[in-house]
């Protein structure tokens, strides 16, 4: 049989592969940084954008940061140059306008933001959405059916229950998680409930009319949030993109249009997103064919605004097979702060008590603490002073067969002599006062009398036991 110090070495052994391995495992997998969305600087595969950070960390006077906050709050905006890749579309139609406004102020001091859109192969889901609602009539009868009734619902259907869902756009198989997306949709959804919509469109059956409800709400809305296409003067339109004969894609060339600018002549563009409705101020840098702009450039007050149609050129895949540092150097604008923003992508920080403690480098006081409790573990285990040894052989020994009374008997015998236990037994009682009020005075008068013949005596020749039984019968006595 196996003693019992090997069986915990055994099991330490074992403790120790497993933690290893399951380290080793995590390692593997969050060294590839697949579990983030595409076009995060924190995704090390061909989607992700880790080694344009990692880059720019190589560059000298350059400071790259990652922005966790569900809020943008940076409004220094000189020498800072904010990137948001892989946003959707629709995910910023709805900023809350304290947000709008910081990244407004942002903007107009100095700062320089630029946005990359996710890459959109498919129809984009407005589209999906109207061909979802057409039906067919080429049949007659129970024949008719809804086109493209296979497909999924917009990215902000409402449910029979008036719950939202939200729901991402996977291109080529990539998970595009967007949570300032699903936020900004749920508060679009909250301010007009699902009971509400329901008598609004019963008054609109019986043709009542809402036109004062509608604008109500358009100005509430507007009060609390803001639409950054429409703030900043720009729209979106989709090209479809070409195929070849076997059925794949055909990604087009965008043509460099200011030939003052030391860009690539030509740039690949994965997407088919463009921009339209463009308002003034607002200059095409690339361009597919005849008026569709794919990135965009305006200036506010001092600082600027760049759109890309398409997050690639900024991909890791990008980097490794059609890199541009002069494309990448534009961008920056001569940004020495550059600031990538994680939150829109759903990965946003939540600081716990562990990240506090980092942040204000509050490591010795865990340290000391730790110390501390060990010091208390030990002393209640382990007495820090050596045990007294007794000189006397009898000391630690218990006697038995004594119980409350004995020991109280023998405390008497050892403090109070016995000529002196009447006095003392006498006085005690006189302090209690109850049964001495309820003595007759010939009763009070024969026991202070016997009390003063007794201390009169010498302490030899008092009988305490004698005097006890006089006492008692005095005390019995009826008045």
């Known amino acids: 049989m196996l003693k019992r110090p090997v069986i915990l070495c055994a099991g330490l052994l074992f403790a120790a ?20 969305p595409p076009y995060s600087t924190l995704r090390a595969d061909p989607l992700g954008a880790s080694v344009i950070y990692e880059s720019l960390e190589q560059v000298p006077g350059v400071t790259p940061s990652r922005y966790f906050d569900q809020t943008f709050k940076v409004d220094d905006g000189p020498g800072h140059a904010l990137f948001v890749l892989g946003t959707e579309p629709d995910s910023l139609d709805v900023l809350s306008r304290t947000e709008f406004d910081t990244l407004q102020r942002f903007v107009f001091n100095g700062g320089r933001v630029v946005i990359a859109y996710y890459p959109q192969i498919d129809d984009p889901w ?11 009539d080429s049949e007659s009868g129970s024949k008719k059916f809804r086109r493209n009734s296979h497909r999924k619902k917009p990215i902000s259907d409402t449910d029979n229950d008036g719950s939202v869902t939200n729901l991402a756009d996977n291109v080529d198989g990539a998970a595009g998680t967007n949570g300032v997306t699903t936020a900004t949709n749920s508060l679009a959804t909250d301010l007009k409930p699902a009971k509400a919509r329901h008598d609004r469109n019963s008054r609109r059956a019986q043709g009542s009319p809402d036109d004062e409800d509608k604008a109500d709400q358009q100005q509430e809305f507007q009060r609390k949030y ?5 703030e900043w003067g720009y729209d979106f339109t989709f090209k479809k993109l070409g195929t070849n004969a076997d059925g794949s894609v055909i990604f087009p060339q965008a043509v460099l249009l200011p030939q003052k600018l030391e860009l690539p002549p030509r740039q690949a563009i994965h997407t088919s997103l463009c ?16 008026k569709t702009p794919v990135v965009i450039e305006r200036k506010f007050g001092a600082g600027t605004v760049v759109l890309v149609a398409d997050s690639y050129p900024f991909s890791n895949e990008a980097m490794f097979k059609d890199r541009s540092a002069s494309l990448i150097s534009w961008m920056l604008g001569g940004g020495r702060e550059v600031i990538f923003e994680e939150a829109h992508l759903g990965i946003v920080e939540q600081p716990g008590m562990a990240s506090l403690m980092r942040r204000y480098q509050l490591h010795g006081l865990i340290f000391s603490l730790i110390f501390l409790s060990g010091l208390f573990v030990w002393k209640n285990a382990i007495s820090l002073v050596p045990p007294h040894e007794a000189s006397g052989g009898d000391a630690g020994l218990v006697v038995a ?7 109280f008997v023998n405390l008497v015998r050892r403090s109070i002599s016995p000529a002196e236990i009447i006095n003392v037994c006498f006085a005690e009682w006189k302090k209690s006062g ?36 006089v006492i008692s019968q005095i005390l019995k006595r009826r008045h």
Do not use: C
């Open 226 to 230: 803001a639409d950054l296409s429409k």
């Open 275 to 290: 921009f339209t409705n463009l308002t003034n101020g607002w200059a095409t840098i690339y361009q597919r064919d005849k």
């Open 17 to 36: 592969v497993f933690v290893f391995g399951l380290v080793h495992l995590f390692d593997l997998r969050l060294d590839q940084g697949d579990i983030y």
């Open 401 to 407: 067969g004594r119980d409350s009374a004995s020991g």
């Open 126 to 136: 407005s589209d999906r959405y109207s061909n979802t609602n057409e039906t067919d």
């Open 434 to 469: 109850v049964r001495m009020a309820a003595m007759s005075p010939e009763q009070r008068r024969d026991l202070e009398q016997l009390i003063q013949q007794q201390a009169a005596l010498d302490p030899n020749h008092r009988k305490p036991v004698e005097n006890y039984r």
